[in-house]
Structure formats: structure tokens, C-alpha cells
């Protein structure tokens, strides 16, 4: 039975490439959520007026990946350091957050910034939110890395990055790592 996790990281594109990734991962689909406009448009989130995160809803088998793996995984590929940004990325749209679906998700959400924060020197930032309206992002943000992301310059220097450290420190949970392997 499949199970979602809803995870912000900044760019949508760049999480959701990192997730297409995982072993187990069967959906990742981009959108927003967290704000108070229903059915916002990229334009109105970009703007950040909102109150939305661009975020993806990752559908899971959890036979295969675990949830705290997969926030591992989110924890490991991004900067849960910094306020309302990713790299060049600026606005509350940025946020690093977590949206659980179910208390033993939020509980687990809580462990795993205490096993994140192990790792850093400066506090994790990363917010858990109520996990409200999910709002899908317009079709060409949908499989962008796939689609369109190779020829994005700002993908192309965020991105490959992303998947080798996905690669290198996840080696058993990426498809292109055990394939490789």
C-alpha cells in the first residue's frame, strides 16, 4: 500500500529529482501547500504572498523505503540550516518543512531533526507543518529534471550535486546507484 510524504526543500525541481531517485520512491509529484490562497498559481507562490511552500509529495512503497529514511534522505540533500532559503532561493516559498500526514509521521518528522541536527553546527531550521491543502504544480514543473531540467543552467548547477550526494551517502537507496554498482 503506497504511503506520502510532503517535504519542502526549496526548489521543487531539485527535491524532485533527488526523490525519483530513491529505491521504493513509486510518485513524486511537485506542488505547493502550507499557504491560504487555494489553487495558487507558480507566479503567486513565486511572489511569496501566499504563504506557500513549493514542495513535493513523494508516494512510497513502505516495504521498500521507510519514512525515516526517506527524511533522512531529504535532510542529507539539502541545507535545513537556513531561514526561508535554498542557496540562491529566497522567500518563505523556500522553507525547509515537513508536512506529516499522520501523528506517527510528525513523530518520526521530530526524530529525524534530532538525528539531523547530529550532523550540523548551526540549528536546523526545518519546520514541521500541518499537512493541509495539497495543490499539484502546473504540468511542465511535473518530471522537470527529466523534461526540461538538463537544459536549465540554474538545474544543471544545483541538481547533479544533489544526486551525488544522494548516490554517495544513500548508495543502497538509489536506483542509479545499485545499477551501477
Given amino acids: 500500500m503506497t504511503e506520502y510524504a510532503t517535504l519542502a526543500g526549496g526548489c521543487f525541481w531539485c527535491t524532485e529529482a533527488v526523490f525519483k531517485d530513491v529505491i521504493g520512491v513509486e510518485s513524486v509529484e511537485s506542488g505547493y501547500i ?4 487555494d489553487d495558487p498559481t507558480y507566479r503567486q ?18 516495504e521498500k ?14 541545507d535545513p540550516t537556513q531561514l526561508n532559503r535554498q542557496g540562491n532561493d529566497v522567500g518563505t516559498q523556500y522553507r525547509s518543512a515537513i508536512f506529516p500526514m499522520t501523528v506517527m509521521q510528525e513523530e518520526q518528522a521530530n526524530q529525524a531533526i534530532k538525528r539531523a541536527q547530529e550532523d550540523q553546527s548551526k540549528p536546523i531550521v526545518t519546520t514541521i ?3 493541509d491543502n495539497w495543490f499539484p504544480a502546473e504540468d511542465y514543473h511535473q518530471d522537470y529534471w527529466d523534461t526540461e531540467g538538463k537544459r536549465n543552467p540554474y538545474c544543471m548547477a544545483v541538481i547533479p550535486p544533489k544526486l551525488q550526494k544522494l ?15
Avoid at 548516490?167 to 554498482?181: C, G, N
Fill in 65 to 78: 523505503v521507510s519514512y525515516g529514511d526517506l527524511l533522512d534522505i531529504f535532510f542529507a540533500t539539502h
Fill in 129 to 131: 507543518e500541518q499537512a
Fill in 34 to 37: 502550507g499557504g491560504t490562497v
Fill in 45 to 62: 507562490v513565486c511572489n511569496g504572498d501566499t504563504g506557500h511552500a513549493e514542495a513535493i509529495r513523494v508516494g512510497f512503497d513502505p
Fill in 167 to 181: 548516490r554517495k551517502s544513500f548508495a543502497a537507496r538509489s536506483k542509479a546507484a545499485t545499477v551501477a554498482a
